[in-house]
């Protein structure tokens, strides 16, 4: 009888070929021998994925990023007036789409909730075949969808989210941020606050217990505390807390004469209102007015507190008075076709969709490292904010900060906040170690 | 002891709104068993009831100046509100005191409204689980919501309390403390009055009049007041229907602390049902009692001298009185035996 008995050399021999055998349609058929990367686009259409809060808090904010988004396809696509790529720097895209191909977009809902979003834009990538996730309206989210574009070899660009770690300690390669951050806001408040209320002064902060709430936190002490301040206490309240009376009534008597609400939307709305309310805003401490600092204002929200925003100070990426003939370009757009003028979220998305355009069409590609590339270290004005750079160490934009005021006597319920200063970029830029991570290496996917 | 104070008057009126909801739920859990988690979504629609009075006073013609023009090109549009072309000064003032006004719509708007939920609704899971009737009334809730949030928009809408009442209150003097060191915004306290005044027409209407007396012999034994030939349905019906109004009441009148959004509802449920677990199932006396107690024990939690000795208790304090009250009394401060228990 013939020996059947198996060498152990034989069973590797044979284990090695049949492995080879099993892998050799997948190789040759997958995307990655196929395409080269993620979701290459094949025939006449690229297609973008618009991640934006369609429910919860943040909703109506996410409704005028979809705005924004829709209005930057059009022009990508050549059509309607252009908007800003006719005040644009940069002359690549011509009005027929990205390297030829039109633009088609998909939506997704990230509910201002980081394992949702990170579903939506998991859907878009793998079903839709999205070639670039951008938006949403919060830091957490931001960083968390960051990751997930990281890990699928797609390009992420963020929306509106200004927590330091977006593009400090939580930064990836397939990343990038047109919106500014709390170390800048800190850098632009601080010495227009020292002109207005003076260097001896006793901060109180309310903090939103998250990842921006902690920023924001940091940057305006250490940038008030450089001026002289003093700080009398940091409290930190739960996020939607809803009534903030009882984290203001300890303020009355505190011997603090500034209160820096670092907060944000329905809370910057309540803890603003109540902290109005208790005559905070008319109050005198220390011989001198009380005065309350919101560092992160929107517009949007700013309607939602009504007049009790005015003369409240605070910073803002972009406002729709802006007088550049980017902004005036790009308010006409939006307000022609919407009959209303853009939030600075509806800017920051628009330009983050106008840039991801330009910067692959002077690359010639869609695949990430490409692109990234293109957009590493580039530098442009038109977009609203003047001169403008795309930092390569941290893939920040670095530009113009805003420092505005609630306005005393607004002619329109959308005129609710006037600048007082444009704070120049030099004086807000920083050494991109300051904030830490690394970016790693680009991620093609596939 | 000014710090202490203010936290004092600051629980007094978080717990009048805590009071105000948890008595309602009360009242219907009461009368006809039912777990009510769409209950907060009364008091938001409360809240809507002020926002929609305000709206509709607001209301204004458009004209369009062609000599100034918007940012964006269009000609600019110049609002002015009707009820100031038509009645001049009383319109203004009416405008100024939409909220007070709002009461008004919102009793007979929330009386409808509960009558309808419940005679549409909840009537058809009076002898389900509660594990189904808190399905179907969490459901309700977020559909009300969605509405609101369908015709409102999601942001926050600022309801300013009328001019007269806008400012602070030196609250101090009055109890023997130097001018200045206690003063409170004067809207926070009307709102504690009002809350009291309602909590105590609740009270009276139930002590004091037969259909009050009726309702309570029903709470009591709900079979043998049937048996006696009394239609305890329909007056139950009504009591959901006063309940619904007592919760819209409290939240029309909560819009110059709190801008309504539509989400507001949900802050206030879950910490309601807390109130009433903590005062005692079927006591509307505990509701009231606990919805103070745990206003004020939160607003005291919220000190910096209580924080920094143990952090984040302000998040948990109301949890952690629950618990230990349910561990001592297991009924809760007042419950009644029996309530709940089989």
């Known amino acids: 009888m013939k020996d059947m008995r198996i060498s152990r050399r034989g069973l590797l021999q044979g284990t090695a070929l049949l492995g080879a055998g099993l892998a050799t349609p997948t190789i040759f058929s997958s995307k990655a021998w196929a395409a080269g990367y993620t979701n290459e686009p094949k025939g006449g259409t690229v297609t973008l994925g618009f991640n934006v809060p369609q429910t919860g808090a943040y909703a109506d904010e996410g409704a005028d990023e979809l705005r924004a988004y829709q209005l930057a396809v059009d022009h990508i696509n050549g059509e309607g007036d252009g908007g800003m790529l006719n005040t644009f720097s940069s002359k690549a895209l011509g009005g027929n789409g990205i390297n030829g191909k039109k633009v088609v977009f998909v939506t997704g809902d990230t509910q201002t909730k980081s394992d949702a979003a990170r579903a939506s834009a998991k859907r878009m990538i793998e079903k839709d075949g999205a070639i670039m996730i951008t938006g949403g309206s919060s830091s957490g989210v931001a960083i968390a969808v960051q990751g997930l574009c990281q890990d699928a070899g797609v390009i992420f660009m963020a929306g509106l989210t200004h927590s330091n770690d977006t593009t400090g300690k939580d930064k990836r390669a397939n990343g990038f941020r047109h919106f500014f951050n709390t170390e800048m806001s800190g850098a632009a408040l601080g010495p227009v606050l020292k002109n207005a209320f003076g260097s001896d002064r006793t901060a109180y902060h309310l903090t939103a217990d998250y990842t921006w709430g902690w920023s924001q936190e940091g940057s305006i002490k250490k940038y008030t505390e450089q001026l002289g301040w003093q700080t009398k206490a940091a409290v930190r309240t739960p996020l939607g807390a809803g009534d903030f009376s009882q984290y203001i009534t300890p303020v009355l008597n505190s011997g603090a004469d500034v209160l820096v609400l670092n907060h944000y939307g329905r809370d910057m709305v309540n803890s603003l209102s109540q902290a109005v309310q208790f005559g905070l805003r008319d109050k005198q401490v220390n011989g001198k007015d009380f005065a309350i600092v919101v560092p992160l204002y929107s517009r949007l929200m700013a309607q939602g507190a009504g007049e009790n925003v005015k003369g409240i100070f605070g910073s803002t990426n972009w406002h729709w008075s802006l007088q550049d003939e980017g902004s005036k370009a790009f308010v006409k757009s939006f307000g022609q076709k919407y009959g209303f003028p853009p939030s600075q979220a509806a800017h920051t998305t628009y330009c983050q969709a106008l840039l991801y355009a330009d910067a692959c069409q002077r690359a010639g590609t869609f695949m990430p490292s490409g692109v990234g590339a293109a957009l590493e270290g580039f530098k442009f004005d038109g977009l609203g904010n003047g001169p403008t750079e795309y930092r390569a160490e941290d893939h920040q934009c670095f530009k113009d900060v805003l420092v505005v005021k609630g306005k005393e006597n607004p002619s329109s319920k959308f005129d609710v906040l006037e600048v007082v200063e444009v704070t120049p970029r030099a004086q807000v830029e920083y050494p991109a170690s300051l904030l830490g991570g690394e970016l790693g290496p680009y991620n093609n996917g596939a | ?342």
């Not at chain 2, 459901?139 to 007269?164: C, D, S, T």
């Not at chain 2, 709190?258 to 989400?263: I, T």
């Open chain 2, 1 to 342: 002891m000014d710090a202490i104070a203010l936290q004092v008057l600051n629980g007094l009126d978080k717990g009048g709104a805590y009071a105000l909801i948890a008595l309602g739920l009360t009242i219907i859990f009461g009368t006809l068993g039912v777990v009510n988690f769409a209950h907060g979504a009364l008091f938001m629609l409360g809240a809507f009831c002020a926002v929609s009075v305000k709206a509709l006073l607001s209301l204004e013609a458009v004209t369009l100046d062609p000599n100034k023009l918007t940012a964006w090109g269009t000609p600019m549009e110049i609002r002015v509100p009707y009820v100031e072309t038509w009645f001049g000064e009383f319109g203004a003032t009416l405008l100024n005191y939409s909220v007070p006004v709002s009461i008004l719509v919102a009793i007979p708007m929330m009386l409808i409204l509960g009558i309808a939920m419940e005679r549409g609704l909840i009537r058809f899971f009076y002898k389900r689980p509660h594990a189904e009737q808190i399905l179907v009334t969490f459901g309700l809730a977020i559909v009300l919501q969605e509405i609101i949030k369908g015709i409102f928009g999601a942001n926050p809408i600022p309801q300013p309390a009328p001019e007269v009442a806008k400012g602070m209150i030196d609250f101090g003097i009055l109890v023997g403390f130097d001018a200045g060191n206690v003063v409170y915004p004067a809207w926070r306290l009307i709102y504690f009055l009002f809350s009291v005044a309602i909590i105590g027409a609740v009270f009276s209407f139930l002590r004091f009049t037969s259909f009050g007396m009726v309702v309570r012999a029903g709470m009591a034994d709900r079979e043998t007041v049937g048996l006696l030939g009394i239609d305890i349905d329909r007056r139950f019906t009504i009591v959901f229907g006063i309940a619904a109004v007592v919760a819209g009441l409290a939240g029309a009148m909560y819009t110059p602390i709190l801008s309504p959004d539509y989400h507001m509802g949900m802050d206030f449920l879950v910490l309601s049902f807390v109130v009433v677990v903590v005062g005692g199932m079927g006591s509307l006396g505990g509701a009231v009692a606990a919805g103070f107690l745990l206003g004020i024990l939160q607003s005291f939690a919220s000190m910096n001298e209580v924080k920094n000795i143990l952090p984040g208790i302000d998040q948990i304090i109301i949890y952690l009185i629950a618990v230990v009250v349910l561990l001592v009394r297991p009924r809760g401060l007042m419950g009644r035996k029996g309530m709940m228990e089989h």
